[in-house]
């Protein structure tokens, strides 16, 4: 496997910017300009461009602008706490455990 195409995959760069173009590809397939996106979602035209070509902007605008495109439950998914684990083992040692109680003196 290619190491480089895998770590930049992984790059937090990478992974905004190519939000930003599914965003863009998603508003397009719906027939919405950016100006009809920008304005159903409340947010600025100039700040729907910043996400759709450079991946910048915070959650709360990202949110905005999947719900318009149907796209919330994907923002769901992400966040739902089902996680994979490699053995029952690491199941075990992923549940909260307490910390000793302090001796009062």
Excluded at 5 to 14: A, G, W, Y
Excluded at 26 to 43: D, F, N, W
Excluded at 69 to 81: P, S, Y
Aim: glycine letters at 6%.
């Amino acid at each position: 496997m290619d190491k480089i195409k895998t770590l930049n995959l992984r790059n937090p760069d990478v992974l905004v910017q190519r939000i930003g173009s599914r965003l863009r590809r998603q508003r397009l397939a719906k027939g919405m300009t950016q100006y009809e996106l920008a304005e159903r979602a409340g947010v600025s035209q100039s700040t729907l461009k910043l996400i759709e070509h450079e991946g910048k902007g915070s959650l709360q605008r990202l949110a905005k602008i999947a719900v318009v495109l149907d796209l919330d439950g994907d923002l769901r998914e992400l966040f739902a706490g089902n996680r994979a684990f490699d053995s029952i083992d690491a199941v075990h040692l992923s549940s909260r455990k307490r910390a000793p109680q302090r001796k009062k003196n």
